[in-house]
């Protein structure tokens, strides 16, 4: 007597994969947010003024 091999998986165990892969996503993905948060990155000191209201006038 031979024993049949079932192909496709149960439901609950192709949605626990699919739970547990979106997990991992979203926690590396939270991961990487707090990453580049912590990253410093550079910002100008001065602040730029420009007057152009003498180039409206030519228009």
């Known amino acids: 007597m031979q024993l049949k091999y079932n192909r496709q998986p149960s439901l609950s165990s192709s949605l626990l994969k ?3 892969k979106l997990l991992l996503l979203i926690v590396i993905l ?6 580049i948060e912590k990253i410093s990155f550079p910002s100008p000191k001065k ?4 007057d152009i209201t003498n180039e409206i006038k030519k228009l």
């Open 18 to 20: 699919i739970m547990i």
């Open 30 to 35: 939270l991961f990487s947010i707090f990453l």
């Open 47 to 50: 602040k730029y003024d420009i």
